[in-house]
């Protein structure tokens, strides 16, 4: 069957900017393969397919990079949610769990699945600075590198400067063998803007991407793993800024609190 694709700017309220994703509100009848070859026809980074329930509000919901699927997208779901034009909670029955997601028009919050986050092993350190061309001199000694989970799994990186965070150049296969070996899907490297704000880049080659405009999943990876780190004290809403060094800048609110292990991302969409 031929699938209607939408297509919504998450993380924006500029068509230009954000992270573009295609979005099918209705699935059914599409197997895996016809999911995965609409995604690499649409060719943005995610594409989500829903599949409504009989219980009102209730959708299952599968997100296809160009390459493979994904567990869970934040920056589709925020998408999808606002495609669908309701208003209240929904909730997402993802490959990673339960999505809960209030709606209002143009925006949407999620609440993650439970997060995690575990540091990274020296070896998996050297491996990532060669592919990215950093020295350990280039990390940020404040926030160790971890894998971390919020409904796929990332590679945090925290860069000590703005520049070096500006400068990315990095190996597209040696990197995406590193994070497809750990079941990761991007690196989310980060630099500290200032309190409570952070600016971040996310490469994605497990997707045939180079890189994410707005990764929503990583975070609520992020903000779990400051939770573990011990930045994370108080309920805490952070902001990051994302795709501003690709022209498509993004803004990305996460709300943390130190007793409960899942996040909330807050973001705009805009049909393109």
């Not at 589709?76 to 209002?104: I, Q, S």
């Not at 070896?123 to 060669?130: G, M, P, T, W």
């Not at 990761?184 to 490469?203: I, Q, S």
Request: proline share 6%; charged share 20%.
């Amino acid at each position: 069957m031929t699938a209607e694709v939408l297509r919504y700017s998450a993380f924006t309220t500029d068509p230009a900017g954000g992270n573009p994703a295609g979005v099918v509100l209705d699935a059914g009848g599409l197997d895996e393969a016809a999911m995965l070859r609409v995604a690499a026809e649409v060719g943005y980074s995610e594409t989500a397919f829903a599949f409504p329930r009989a219980a009102d509000g209730e959708f299952d919901v599968r997100y296809f990079s160009p390459l493979v699927e994904i567990p869970f997208c934040g920056h589709a779901t925020v998408a999808t949610a606002v495609a669908l034009g309701r208003t209240g909670r929904l909730r997402f029955h993802t490959k990673a769990g339960l999505v809960e997601v209030d709606a209002a028009p143009g925006t949407a919050s999620l609440t993650s699945v439970p997060t995690s986050s575990e540091a990274a092993a020296r070896e998996d350190v050297r491996a990532a600075l060669a592919a990215l061309g950093w020295s350990a001199d280039d990390l940020d000694p404040r926030y160790p590198a971890h894998w971390a989970f919020g409904g796929a799994r990332h590679l945090v990186l925290a860069a000590r400067t703005r520049e070096r965070l500006a400068a990315l150049d990095y190996d597209f296969d040696a990197l995406g063998d590193l994070l497809r070996a750990h079941d990761a899907v991007t690196a989310h490297l980060v630099h500290r803007r200032g309190d409570g704000v952070f600016d971040a880049r996310d490469p994605f080659p497990v997707g045939g991407v180079v890189e994410d405009p707005a990764t929503g999943a990583a975070a609520a990876a992020f903000g779990g793993y400051l939770r573990v780190v011990g930045e994370i004290t108080r309920p805490s809403v952070l902001t990051i800024h994302q795709g501003v060094d690709l022209g498509r800048p993004s803004t990305l609110e996460v709300r943390v609190s130190p007793d409960d292990p899942r996040v909330t991302v807050t973001g705009a969409a805009v049909r393109i």
